[in-house]
């Protein structure tokens, strides 16, 4: 009779052991798989930079430069961060955050823009885009802001560079037929 209580009273443990190691932490989303195709290569142009670190450029930029391109580069990138936490009174009281059970996450958003500029002073390609990448943090267990950072920026470079890539025939016909600015800026 005494086993038998000592069973029961235990089961509500048992069960709370069990529904705790069942939870599985959050992961941080995965850069967009650029297809085997299009691994980086130079556009069919090549251009300076005028503005941007040439140390934090797409793949697709930085094998496209050339100091004496009359076609210009601009690049510039943002990261703005955000977390998000299980209030401490909440967390303390749940059994199952001595689990490893998550108890918020830190998220971080990477904007990026490029605009290419023909030799004739008209933009010739303007491109913005977004990455966030966000990763759940335990009681055992919390990504750094680094990491973060840094899957957001190769994540929003893909994009830049997968776009450049799927307009780069269209930017190689204006920028061929643009005048150079030798030719006086040329009459349309």
């Known amino acids: 009779m005494a086993r038998a209580k000592v069973a029961i009273a235990s089961l509500p443990l048992a069960l709370i052991i069990v ?11 995965p850069p967009p798989v650029v297809a085997a195709d299009t691994a980086p290569h130079a ?10 670190d040439p140390r934090n450029l ?9 100091p004496a391109s009359p076609v210009i580069f ?5 990261l703005s961060h955000d977390e998000y ?6 967390s303390a009281l749940d059994p199952v955050t001595y689990f490893g059970s998550p108890l918020g996450d830190y998220g971080v958003t990477a904007f990026a823009s490029l605009t290419i500029i023909g030799p004739d002073g008209r933009v010739m390609g303007d491109y913005t885009r977004r990455a966030y990448v966000s ?13 973060l950072e840094e899957a957001a920026l190769t994540s929003v470079r893909a994009k830049i560079d997968q776009s450049l890539y799927n307009d780069s025939g269209r930017l190689a ?12 800026g040329g009459s349309e």
Do not use: D, N, W
């Open 173 to 184: 016909q204006l920028l061929a037929a643009a005048p150079s600015p030798s030719a006086g």
């Open 58 to 66: 797409p793949p697709a930029v930085a094998l496209s430069l050339s």
């Open 85 to 90: 936490h299980i209030p401490l009174y909440v």
């Open 135 to 147: 990763e759940s943090y335990s009681l055992y267990s919390e990504p750094t802001h680094r990491e």
């Open 74 to 78: 601009q690049y510039r990138e943002e």
């Open 19 to 29: 529904s705790g190691c069942a939870l599985q932490p959050a992961t941080t989303s």
């Open 43 to 52: 556009l069919p142009f090549k251009g300076r930079l005028a503005s941007g």
